[in-house]
């Protein structure tokens, strides 16, 4: 009885010891994810502010003609 109690122990100690290596890989690709989220979030913020800048430059130095539909110029489907 006492050996089936030891070898019992000896099994959740040895399932704790593998979920505890499955967590510290899954913190590290957290961290990870974490990084690159944030370097994604400062690319598309930079990637709008020279959109933004491109719309304000052509909208002012060119001459729209009326026959041009807004959407050209302002496509929805882009902002998505």
Known sequence: ???????????ITSDDQRVL?????????AKMLREQ????RDVVRAEQGRRER???YFTHWREISPT???DWIYDESEEE
């Open 68 to 70: 041009w539909p807004k």
């Open 21 to 29: 290596g499955q967590i510290v890989s899954l913190r590290k690709k």
């Open 1 to 11: 009885m006492l050996n089936r109690a030891v070898e019992i122990m000896n099994q």
């Open 54 to 56: 491109l719309e304000a």
């Open 37 to 40: 989220a944030k370097n994604v």
